[in-house]
């Protein structure tokens, strides 16, 4: 997952090799991870629904934000 991510940065790679890299976003392909360890472990599947905007709000506004402590105390004030 890295490796692309330097490779468009630096000039001096002209190629990369992925074996089984991820087919669609990192943040998607973590919020159905998450998702399927809670199945896993038995939390309902309400939970699990409410579970998915939830993320995906907090991946946005650690991705839209300078530093840490610009998203951590928003992060803490909706997990509080």
């Known amino acids: 997952m890295i490796a692309p ?3 468009a940065k630096r000039k001096d790679i ?3 090799i992925l074996l089984a890299g991820p ?4 943040s998607k392909l973590m919020e ?3 998702a399927a360890l809670y199945q896993s472990v038995g939390i309902n599947e309400k939970a699990i ?4 905007p939830f993320f995906r709000e907090m991946v ?6 300078k530093d ?8 803490r004030n909706d997990i509080g």
């Not at 087919?23 to 990192?26: D, N, S």
């Not at 946005?60 to 934000?65: D, G, Q, R």
């Not at 840490?68 to 992060?75: G, T």
């Open 5 to 7: 991510v330097l490779a």
């Open 14 to 16: 002209d190629f990369i």
């Open 23 to 26: 087919g669609e976003k990192i």
């Open 32 to 34: 159905d991870q998450n």
């Open 49 to 52: 629904h409410a579970f998915r």
């Open 60 to 65: 946005a506004l650690i991705n839209e934000s």
């Open 68 to 75: 840490s402590s610009v998203f951590q105390p928003k992060i």
